[in-house]
C-alpha cells in the first residue's frame, strides 16, 4: 500500500462518512485541532452552564434539565452535524415555545411536564431526522426571512415580559404579552423588595458589560479578543456574586426564590413515555419547533461557516439535530438547536471541528456532577437578569419599516406575525405568518401584472407601452404576461383578453408573448384552449410567441398546437414582422410618455 | 323630456342596477320574451319535481325539503344573478355535501336535522353575499379545473352508490365509498325483491330513456328539440308508472319503501336557529358548499352565456347565489346552486331572461299545494334511479390520463382528490385536492428551473445552451432564472450561484438575466444581497439584465444598488456586448447538442 492510499477512505466509510461527518474529520484529528477544540470549549462551559439553567427555568421546567439538554445533545450534534462552530443546546426562543407547547396539555405535575418535554424533543428529533434523510431541508423556505425576523421580535418581547415576574418576586402567567402584562399588574402588590434589589442590579450590571466593560478593558490594555470573550463571562460573575450574598444573607428566609436543590449525577437514559393522545396533541408544536429550530441553526452555522469559506450541508444539519434532540429526549433534556451567541462565541474563541460541542458536553456532565450545591442559592432573578439582557439584543422593529419601504405583502406578513405572536402567542403568530405570506404569494400571482408591448424603434425589443416610446399597430395586439399561468390565475387571463376584445374592435391578431410564462398547467392550458375557440369564433387569430423550451414540451403533447388559430413564433419581432407586414405606418403609430 | 331622456335610466337606479339585475332587464320585459321564458319553466317544472324530490332524499332530509328548496331560492337568483339561463335549485353535488356536513353532527332528531340543512343554506348564502360584496370571486380559481373534475367524478360515484340500497330495499350508510360498500354488503341479505324489480327497471328504463329514446324520436319525424325535450321527461313517466303501480297493488304493504305524507302546502317562513357551537360546527363545510357550488354554478353559467355572446359578472354571481340560498334557509329548504342539466333543458327551451327562473318557482308551489298528495305512494327506488342515471354522466376518469399525459402535478392533484373523496369523503377530499394543488405550486416554484444562456449566433437573443447551438465565453456566466424570486426559492438561487461559481474558477462575470422574473420579494432581496457579497469576496462581479420595471422600481427603493458589485443592463444584448469585449473568440465558444 502507498501512502497515497492510506488516505483514502474506503468507499462504505466515504458513504457512511455522508451520513456520519465525525469520520471525515476525525481521521485528521490532531494535536492542534484538539488544543483549538478544547479552549473553545472551556469558553463555552462557562457561558452555558447559567445559561442553561436559566432556559430550563424559562421553558418552564426544573433547572436541571438545562443542563441535561447540554450534555448528551451536543454529543450528538458532534456526530452528525456538518458545523464546526455551532454550539447546540438549550435556546430562548426554542425554550418560550417549549413552554407554549406544555401549557396547551394542562399539566400540573412536575413529572408528567419533564415527560412531555422529553417528548416534544423526541418528536421534534425524529421529524428533523425524517426531513434530512427525505430532503426536506426546503420546507424550512417558507419561513420567509420577514416572518423570521418579526417572529423573533416579539419572542424576545415575550420572553422579557415573562421574566419580569422573576425580578419582581412574584407570580404571574401567560403565553402572550397581553396575559403576561395583565398577571404582573395583578400581583404588582406582591413585589419582593429584596428580589426586586438583586433582579435590577444584576440586569443593570450585565447591560453594563455588554456596552461598557469591553472599551474599559481595552482601555486597560487586553487584547480584543481577550476583552471580547471577559465580556461574555459577566453572567457568570453575576451568577457568583448574588449567590454568594444570598447565602451569606440568608435572603432566601426574606423571599428570595432560589433555584434551590439540584439532583446531583447525571439521569439514567429513559424513553419518555405518554398516552396516544399527548403524543398526537404535541405534534404540531413539535413540527412548528423543528422547523423554527432549524431555521435559526442554519442560518448561524451558514453565517460562520462563510467566514472561513466553508459551506455547511442544509439537509446533514437536519440529521445532526435531529440526533441531537433524540439524545436530548433519551437523557432527560428538552428539545434544543444551535444557539447564535454562543455559537459565536465557540467560532470566535477558535473552534475548529464539532469536537468542541463534545468538549462542552464534558465540561458541563463534570459541572452537573460538581457544581450542583453550589447553585443552591442561585437567585432565579439573576437567571432572569441573564435571560432579558440576552433576548433583548433579538428585538428588532427596523424589519418593519425596511419591509414597509420595499414590499407591501412582506410588510403585511412580518406585521402578523409580531402582532399575532404577542397578542395570541408564538404557534399562532408564526402559522399565521407563514399562512399568509403564502396567501398574499398566491394572491399576486392570481392576478399577475399584464403589459401590452410594442416595438422599441431600431431594435427587436418590446417593451410596456406605459414605460416607454414603442411601435403598435391597431390591428395587433400583443400581450406579455408577467407571471406562470396556472389555476389560480387561468380566469383571470380569460377575463382579460376577452375585455381587450371587446374594447377594440379593428383586431384581427393576438399575441401572447410567454418570456415570463414559465409554466402552463392543466387548468390555464383549458383557459387558453378557450380563449383561442372564443376568439376563432369572432375571427381573431391567437398567437403566442417566445414560448419558453420546457413549456413548448409540455404543449405538444396536447391537441392545442393543432386547434390553435394562429402561429406559434419563436421571437416576438418574428410574430411583429409577420402580423404588422414590417413597415408601420407613420399613422398607426402610438407614442405614449 | 324627450324620448331619448325617458329611455335613460336614473343614475341612482342604474347604480342600483348593477346590484340588481333585475332593474335593468326587468325594464325591457315585453310579451315575447315572457311567452319564450314561460314555455322554459313549464318544462324546467316538469323535470325539476322529481329532481328536487330525489336530491333532498340523497341529503338526508325529507322529500318536501327539495321541493321548497325549488321555490323562494329560484326567485332570489331572478332578482339578483346575472345569467339568463341558470337554473338554481337542489343539485347532487351540494345535497351529498349537505348530506355529509350535517352527518359531522350526530344528529337524530328529523327537526333538528332539518333545521341544520337550513342553518347550512344561511351560512352559505351569508358567505357567497360577503365574497361578491368583497369582490373575491377570484378565490374560486385556487379550486383547479383538474381537482373539480376529479371530485365530480368522485362525488358522482358516491352519489350513485349511496342510492344503491334504495334500489335493494335495504338500509345502509356511508359517507364514502368504502363505508357505502361494506354497509351495503352487511345488509344485502335484506334486500326486498319487489323494490328491487321497481329500481332496476326504472334505472334501465330511464337509461334507455337517455341512450336509445330520442334517436326513435327523431326517426318517427319529432324536431330535435322537441325528441331531447321529451326524452328529458323521461324521470316524470318513470314516477307516474310507479307510483300508480305501488298504488295499484299496495306494494308499500310487501315493503317498497315510498315517500309518504309529504305536507301540503307552504312553510312558514322562519329563520334557523341553532346552539352556538353548532353554528361554529358548520362554517368550514358551508364554506366548502358555498365554493363548490359557485365554481359549478359559475362555469355552467359562463357556457351558456358564451353561446349567445352574452358574459355573465361573476362577483355579481356570488350574490344571487347567496341570495338564493338565504331564501332557501328561511323558506324550508337547504343549499342551492346552478345545476348543469337543468340549465341547459333551461337554455334549449328557450328562456330568455332569469324571469323564467321566478316562474318556474311559480310551477313547483303550485305542485306543492296541489300534487304533493299524489306523491305518496311514489316508490323511493325510482327516486334514486334518477339519481343514479343523472349522476352517472358525471362520472369521467379522462381526465387522469389527459393530467397524467400533460403535467404531473396536477395528475397528483386529481388523482389525490378522487382517492381522498372515495375513501374519507367529500369534504376532506376536495380540501386535500385544493391544499396538495397549492403545495405542489409552491414546491415548483421553490426549485426553479434556472438555464446558462448564450448568444444565438447573428442575434440579439439568448437561449439555453443545452437546447440550442449558442456562443459562451469562460469569463461570463449568464444565468435565467425562470421564476420570480420569492421567500420559497431564494435560498436556492444562492445555493445554485454559489454551487456553479465553485464549479468555474475562470468566471469574472456573472449575469442574472431577469426577464421572466416578475417579483423579486424582501427574502430574495436578501439572497441576492448576499450573493453579491459572496462574489465580491471572491472578485466576482454580479450584473443584472433585462429587469422589468416594477421589479426596478422597487430596487431603487433600497441600497442595493449602490452595493451591487456589477451593473443593470437593460438589454442581455448589452450586458453581453460589454462583459463579452464583443468579439467571440473561436476558441471560447461553446456548442451544445
Redesign the interface.
Known amino acids: 500500500m502507498t501512502q497515497h492510499a492510506a488516505h483514502q477512505q474506503h468507499p462504505i466509510l466515504k458513504r457512511m462518512a455522508r451520513f456520519m461527518p465525525i469520520l471525515d474529520w476525525g481521521r485528521r484529528y490532531d494535536r492542534e485541532t484538539f488544543t483549538n477544540d478544547a479552549v473553545a470549549a472551556m469558553i463555552v462551559t462557562i457561558m452555558l452552564i447559567p445559561q442553561s439553567l436559566a432556559y430550563a427555568l424559562l421553558a418552564g421546567l426544573p433547572a436541571e434539565m438545562g443542563l441535561y439538554a447540554s450534555i448528551l445533545p451536543l454529543v450528538g450534534y458532534a456526530i452528525f452535524g456538518t458545523s464546526h462552530a455551532l454550539a447546540v443546546g438549550p435556546v430562548a426562543v426554542v425554550s418560550l415555545m417549549t413552554a407554549a407547547a406544555i401549557g396547551k396539555l394542562g399539566l400540573s405535575d412536575p413529572a408528567a411536564i419533564a415527560m412531555a418535554a422529553g417528548a416534544l424533543a423526541l418528536l421534534s428529533g425524529a421529524m428533523l431526522i425524517a426531513m434530512g434523510v427525505l430532503r426536506l431541508g426546503?420546507l424550512?423556505?417558507?419561513?420567509?426571512?420577514?416572518?423570521i425576523a418579526g417572529f423573533i421580535t416579539a419572542s424576545g418581547m415575550i420572553i422579557a415580559a415573562s421574566q419580569l415576574k422573576h425580578i419582581l418576586g412574584i407570580k404571574a402567567s401567560g403565553h402572550n404579552l397581553y396575559e403576561l402584562i395583565v398577571s404582573i399588574f395583578e400581583h404588582l402588590g406582591q413585589t419582593n423588595i429584596l428580589t426586586l434589589i438583586i433582579g435590577v442590579s444584576a440586569t443593570a450590571f450585565l447591560f453594563w458589560v455588554r456596552k461598557g466593560l469591553k472599551p474599559k478593558l481595552l482601555a486597560a490594555g487586553f487584547k480584543p479578543r481577550m476583552a471580547d470573550l471577559l465580556a461574555k463571562a459577566g453572567p457568570v460573575a453575576a451568577v457568583a456574586v448574588t449567590t454568594l450574598l444570598t447565602w451569606l444573607f440568608s435572603l432566601d428566609q426574606y423571599g428570595v426564590a432560589i433555584v434551590g436543590g439540584v439532583p446531583q449525577g447525571l439521569p439514567a437514559p429513559a424513553i419518555p413515555s405518554l398516552d396516544r393522545e399527548t403524543w398526537i396533541a404535541l405534534m404540531g408544536s413539535a413540527l412548528l419547533i423543528s422547523v423554527i429550530g432549524f431555521v435559526e441553526s442554519v442560518s448561524v452555522a451558514q453565517t460562520l461557516a462563510?467566514k472561513r469559506r466553508k459551506?455547511i450541508v442544509p439537509d446533514q444539519e437536519l440529521i445532526g439535530l435531529g440526533a441531537s434532540n433524540i439524545a436530548s429526549a433519551v437523557s432527560g433534556g428538552y428539545p434544543v438547536t444551535g444557539g447564535f451567541a454562543r455559537s459565536v462565541v465557540n467560532f470566535d474563541a477558535g473552534a475548529d471541528t464539532p469536537a468542541a460541542g463534545a468538549f462542552t458536553a464534558i465540561g458541563i456532565a463534570l459541572a452537573t456532577l460538581l457544581l450542583t450545591p453550589l447553585l443552591y442559592f442561585l437567585p432565579k432573578a439573576t437567571l432572569a437578569a441573564t435571560i432579558i439582557v440576552a433576548v433583548l439584543s433579538l428585538v428588532d422593529f427596523s424589519i418593519l419599516r425596511?419591509?414597509w419601504?420595499?414590499?407591501l405583502?412582506?410588510f403585511i406578513a412580518v406585521a402578523t406575525t409580531i402582532a399575532l405572536t404577542l397578542l395570541l402567542g408564538v404557534e399562532i403568530g408564526v402559522s399565521a405568518g407563514v399562512g399568509i405570506?403564502?396567501l398574499l404569494?398566491?394572491f399576486?400571482?392570481?392576478?399577475?401584472?399584464v403589459a401590452e408591448v410594442g416595438l422599441v424603434p431600431g431594435?427587436?425589443?418590446f417593451r410596456?407601452i406605459k414605460?416607454h416610446k414603442v411601435v403598435t399597430h391597431d390591428n395587433l395586439l400583443t400581450l406579455r404576461v408577467?407571471?406562470?399561468l396556472?389555476?389560480?390565475?387561468?380566469?383571470?387571463l380569460e377575463d382579460l383578453v376577452?375585455d381587450r376584445v371587446a374594447a377594440n374592435p379593428a383586431l384581427t391578431d393576438i399575441v401572447l408573448m410567454c418570456?415570463?410564462?414559465?409554466?402552463i398547467?392543466?387548468?390555464a392550458?383549458?383557459s387558453i384552449e378557450a380563449i383561442n375557440e372564443?376568439l376563432q369564433s369572432t375571427g381573431i387569430k391567437l398567437h403566442l410567441s417566445e414560448v419558453?423550451?420546457?413549456v413548448m414540451d409540455?404543449l405538444k403533447?396536447?391537441h392545442f398546437l393543432h386547434e390553435l388559430s394562429g402561429e406559434i413564433f419563436l421571437?416576438q419581432f418574428q410574430a411583429y414582422q409577420k402580423l404588422s407586414g414590417m413597415t408601420p405606418l407613420p399613422g398607426t403609430q402610438k407614442r405614449s410618455a
Open positions: 426546503l424550512a423556505n417558507f419561513l420567509s426571512h420577514p416572518v462563510a459551506r425596511r419591509t419601504n420595499y414590499a405583502p412582506d405570506s403564502i404569494y398566491l399576486k400571482t392570481s392576478r399577475p401584472h431594435t427587436e425589443h410596456n414605460r408577467d407571471e406562470s396556472y389555476f389560480a390565475n387561468a380566469r383571470f376577452l418570456s415570463a410564462v414559465n409554466e398547467d392543466s387548468s392550458l383549458e372564443r419558453k423550451g420546457p409540455r403533447r396536447t421571437t
